[in-house]
């Protein structure tokens, strides 16, 4: 698996779902300098702390796996979406001795 590294602002409070097989998994959505927005989704025990931080606003640094969904809408227009499957987050404008990085395996 190959990952990289983005930055940016969360755009959206995350999400925490427990799936039926008792996985929980967060989403929110980040911004870049670009005003580029992308989907973040993350999967076990970095889920359930994602879920309760970071707020909108907050700088985070993301590493993952990136995927570039398309598709077309009902109109004939096709749109783009950049997904990342984090492994790990860290606010990066937090207080340092409050600032943390969860990093779970996906393997």
Request: net charge neutral; proline share 2%.
């Given at each position: ?31 870049d300098e670009q005003s580029v ?30 995927k570039i969904d398309s598709w ?36």
């Amino acid at each position: 698996m190959t990952l990289e590294s983005i930055s940016g602002r969360v755009a959206t409070d995350p999400t925490a779902k427990v799936m039926r097989d008792g996985t929980t998994r967060s989403q929110f959505f980040i911004q870049d300098e670009q005003s580029v927005y992308y989907h973040v989704a993350c999967y076990f025990s970095l889920a359930s702390r994602v879920a309760t931080s970071p707020k909108i606003g907050n700088l985070v640094a993301i590493r993952g796996k990136f995927k570039i969904d398309s598709w077309v809408d009902h109109n004939d227009i096709k749109h783009w979406q950049t997904r990342i499957l984090a492994i790990a987050i860290q606010i990066l404008d937090l207080i340092e001795s409050e600032a943390t990085a969860e990093t779970v395996s996906l393997l």
